[in-house]
């Protein structure tokens, strides 16, 4: 080995040591321990994304291939799960968002979807959730044309290596957290974010870049500090829910290597799914998607 290329490879070898001794900053975990025959892994995700910033790395791709199994929150593979939003988006009981404000609060509603592209009008969405249409709202506000999900670009990974899909839990499920929120309350929310709309699109933004740095402390830090909101329910959105997908992960992994891709704001902190599985006894290793190696972090 001649002098330059021993350099090279000294420097490539110090790189490569001082990644692996940095906190790391990674969305991709390898679970072992506790009797597991192989490694399972869990991916945090962003449900909506600009197209742009799709974030299919290496390591991820690799954690598809091993796994034999995939497991989004819903079974985003059944036609009859995917079709249940629309199914469940609706309030009960004949409600509409006016019934729910004042004339003055929704004219409000009324003069921004006049004044702004959304992605439904407004006559469409009247018996919506209110928190439905506050998510619609956000995701338009993202500066792209062109959106995807980390859910859409998973499966379609899976689906072309022929892995089997599957989900922790199930729309109807979800719907019933959304209806367990009273609906005047959604409103508020709603007409909040249409009257903080600056505040509100610096958020998304925010968000999407914390996302893309990778780092799940931040992303906890956002989680908590936003008021009033989805914030307030936080036991049940959140951490009931990430209570609630131990048992069913268990039974998962017992037998084979299976992939979790569930939102990234579920992995960290005290009630987030890694310190949970930590608590049931397993090892949990960052994976870090580097050019030296795709490995777990020791």
Request: net charge negative; hydrophobic share 40%.
């Amino acid at each position: 080995m001649n002098y330059r290329l021993t350099l090279i490879v000294l420097s490539l070898f110090i790189q490569c040591f001082q990644l692996a001794a940095q906190q790391p900053k990674t969305l991709l975990w390898e679970i072992n321990g506790k009797g597991l025959p192989k490694s399972s892994y869990i991916f945090g995700t962003m449900h909506v994304l600009c197209a742009a910033e799709e974030m299919m790395s290496d390591s991820l791709v690799a954690a598809i291939s091993k796994s034999e199994q995939v497991f989004f929150e819903i079974d985003m593979d059944n036609p009859g799960e995917m079709l249940g939003v629309f199914k469940y988006i609706r309030m009960k009981d004949d409600k509409k968002i006016a019934d729910l404000l004042s004339p003055d609060e929704y004219q409000r509603v009324k003069e921004y979807f006049s004044n702004n592209k959304t992605v439904l009008p407004l006559s469409m969405m009247e018996r919506f959730k209110p928190y439905f249409v506050a998510a619609m709202l956000s995701e338009s506000k993202m500066p792209c044309t062109s959106k995807t999900g980390m859910e859409e670009l998973i499966m379609r990974q899976a689906k072309k290596e022929g892995k089997l899909i599957s989900g922790l839990e199930s729309i109807a499920f979800q719907a019933s957290v959304f209806d367990s929120i009273p609906y005047s309350e959604q409103a508020k929310e709603l007409l909040k974010t249409i009257d903080e709309e600056a505040k509100q699109d610096s958020f998304t933004n925010r968000m999407a870049e914390i996302y893309r740095s990778q780092d799940l402390d931040q992303i906890e830090k956002l989680t908590l500090e936003e008021e009033g909101g989805v914030s307030s329910y936080l036991e049940l959105f959140l951490f009931g829910r990430n209570a609630n997908w131990i048992a069913p992960m268990e039974a998962a992994m017992k037998n084979q290597s299976v992939l979790f891709a569930v939102g990234a704001a579920h992995l960290p902190g005290e009630k987030g799914i890694l310190n949970l599985l930590r608590k049931a006894g397993y090892t949990i290793r960052p994976v870090e998607n580097n050019n030296c190696s795709l490995t777990s972090i020791q």
